[in-house]
């Protein structure tokens, strides 16, 4: 089995040098490239892109989510973590619509560390009941822009995200875990992680039709 | 300015150019009679006699205009007159014979043969326009003397009369019956159709607006004349027949016209009394009445010139009237209106002075444009009520853009206003919110930073307490973060934020975490401050749990009562004594954070577990 290539953007020298040598000391993972700021992380990815990038957002030269959005439409093979001192749902979201499918502690201990990046790769995303609420209060706002439109929260909802997946979001929003929520909906853990990365998908998407449309609004495209 | 002055000398221009048409027209008629000459001097002679009567006939000189009621009162029946001419030479154009007024039954001989009728003999029907022009055959006149005889035919109740004669070229004549005609028809259509016009444009608007009391007093005035117009042009000539009806409908009509004027003209001079007009409606009706008295039921009683007194008095009072309310109101009224006004006003007077000078001696000829003489009033009433409506509009306009500019200037005021009180508001927001960081700091992060690094300092703590303070501090720090998010009165989502947080630590110290909540009903205590207190009272909650319990499960559950809700958290690890000096600080904090967000703490602790439940309120 071939080892999960692992790109690292981080613009303190300390945690940078203690994510490259949880990654180094993983035997599953290998260090792809190592950067500081989001130029080198450019040229960095030029050269080759990893299986997964990890990136914080407040580098010297720029927002992360560029830089994760960028990647995204570059490289969508790659899955994206943002790396974040409080998983707050703010930040975490921003970068899930710029193309983001994963966030990680930075206090996170290593062999979690390490647990994290491979569930990612294997499909399953993390999702704090704090950021499910966010995302459903924010699918649901971008569906039904007007609230008069009869049943506007369901029926809206419906067309971005499945009933099954609005069902997901909410339990995960009251605070069951997976293994709950897959005892709950009579399906495996995995089909649940699964839910959550096609989300995240599918707020990315989203937000790039958004963002489309408001370019064509202004008439920049 | 220029422009301004160029507008006003424009309107004047056109006034005057306006003013020179109408005394051309009036003058028109001064220019009639070439080649023609006039039958004034003649011989009459009352006889049925179908066919000119010769000489041995009782002829009696006679003078044109002839007017039976004067020269031969009483009289009816079938007449003849007779008058020579000479001509210096045969004409070689064509002739006629034209009568300004013919509207009796008459047939024309010249030289003995007739050449042209009005009406038919013996049958009361047509009388014929009030013009005549019969054309002359050919050869019918001859150099020297000739003969033109008049055969005419009076039936009851009908005043006999014969107006001057012309015989000339027929072309001229023409012309004359053309102006004739214009004179005494086109201008009463002219004058019928613009009063008509007016009035009911009037009575429309007056009809939805009814304060419009002027304009209202305007439409009846000239409804009132456009009334009068066919009645006394004959245009039905079954009504003129019967002259009694006639005359009562004339007088009728000029009895409201000059009542609307007078009502019309009291408006004007701005004296507005509903009680004083229905009174001068009033005298008005009993002023007709009266005439109507003395002439059908009191005729040959009473003097004639009472009669003649009361009949005046059923126009040249409110004529007058109507001048003296117009003259008072020349300080009062706008001259720019009341000018125009008393012109009109004089011009229609005078007017209708002719005119009943004139119905009395119809056949007198003269000026004719009776019809025209109430337009020049009639356009410029009406010219003054647009004028004041236009004004009144203007000033509502005005009134109205003016309360718009208040309203608006209101509403910028009261925006204003909001803005500086939601700016108050946020301000007083970020001071409260400002005020609970800074003790938030104060109690959490602050005191546990300087623990830890007290324990450096001293040097006594080993690596692993250190981390441990440190980690403390940070999920203290992740504890505030997480409160400054929206709960939205929902508290759920807290408690599985908190889980979020703390499951893995449960987890790598082999404790289960059972989670059996559902759904709660609305806490509006939640705002980030009792947010945070909620979740650090239940962090210490789970943090004694983890330090002192060994228990193997935590059951965390939530349940609904009657005026809020209970969140428990219960363990089965081996209790401990509530009175126990550290564990009792932590749990007098406890209880005053809850008491800080209107809730309530209970602690139950045994050997077989401890169970911790906080009651939050609802309202």
Known sequence: MST????????????????????????????????????????????????????????????????????????????????????????????????????????TPPEEFVGLILQLRAGGSPISPAIARQLLRRMRSAEAPAPDTTPAGAHGAARLLSARESEVLGLIAKGFNFAEIARLLAVSPHTITAHVKKIYQKLAVHSRGEAVYEATRMGLL | MKRLAWACSERWLRCVGAALACVLLLAAPARADDGAMTLTEGEFVLGDASAPPG???????????????????????????????????????????????????????????????????????????????????????????????????????????????????????RQALDRERFKYDTTGEITFALALGMGAFGLSVWWRRRDQTMLGYFSLTALALACQIPVDSDWWPALSRHHVLAWQVMSTLRVAKFTFLVLYSLRFAGWCNPRVERLIGLAMVANLALLDLLVFEFDGVVDPAILYTVNYGTFALPGTAA????????????????????????????????????????????????????LPLLLVMGWIVSRRFGASLDAAERLNRELAGRIEAKRVELEANYRRVADLEAQQAVAVERARLMSDMHDGIGGQLISALGLVE??????????????????????????????????????GNLRYRL??????????????????????????????????ILQEAFTNVLKHTHASVVHVATSTQAGGITIDVRDDGQGFDEHACAQGRGLANMRRRARTVGGDLTLTSSPAGTTLSLLLPTG
């Open chain 2, 503 to 536: 499951e893995p630590r449960l987890k790598a110290r082999g404790i289960a975490l059972e989670w059996q909540v559902g759904d709660l009903p609305r806490l509006e205590c939640l705002t980030p401050g009792n947010v945070l207190q909620v979740l650090r």
């Open chain 1, 4 to 107: 999960t290539t692992v790109t690292v953007v981080e613009d303190d020298a300390a945690l940078l040098a203690r994510f490259c040598s949880i990654v180094a000391q993983s035997p599953e993972l290998s260090l792809l490239a190592a950067a500081g700021d989001i130029a080198s992380a450019r040229q960095a990815l030029q050269g080759g892109a990893p299986d997964v990038l990890l990136t914080d957002l407040g580098l010297p030269d720029g927002s992360g989510i560029d830089l994760i959005r960028e990647t995204s439409a570059r490289h969508p093979a790659t899955d994206i973590m943002v790396v974040t001192v409080f998983g707050d749902e703010r930040h975490v979201v921003d970068s899930i619509a710029a193309g983001a499918t994963g966030y990680i502690l930075k206090d």
């Open chain 2, 458 to 495: 001293a040097g006594a703590a080993s690596h692993e307490q250190v981390a441990a303070a440190l980690r403390e501090c940070i999920d203290d720090l992740r504890l505030a973060i997480d409160s400054l998010e929206p709960a939205d009165d929902d508290l759920l989502p807290v408690l």
């Open chain 2, 323 to 374: 001048l003296v309310l117009i003259l008072l109101s020349l300080r009062r009224a706008p001259l720019a209106e009341t000018v125009p006004l008393l012109l009109a006003h004089v011009v229609s007077v005078a007017g209708s002075m002719a005119a009943n000078i004139n119905e009395s001696t119809e056949l007198l000829g003269g000026v004719q444009y009776l019809r025209l003489h109430m």
């Open chain 2, 55 to 173: 000489d041995d006939a009782a002829w009696q000189r006679v003078a044109l205009p002839d007017l039976w009621d004067d020269s031969r009162p009483g009289t009816l029946g079938y007449a003849w007159y007779r008058f020579r001419f000479s001509l210096p030479r045969q004409p070689d154009t064509p002739q006629a014979v034209f009568s300004t007024r013919m509207r009796t039954v008459a047939a024309i001989f010249v030289n003995g043969t007739q050449v042209g009728q009005t009406g038919l003999f013996g049958k009361p029907d047509e009388l014929g326009a009030s013009a005549q022009l019969f054309q002359i055959q050919p050869g019918l006149l001859k150099t020297g003397s000739n003969v033109l005889h008049v055969r005419l035919w009076v039936e009851p109740d009908h005043a006999g009369r014969l107006a001057k004669l012309q015989v000339g070229e027929w072309v001229a004549l």
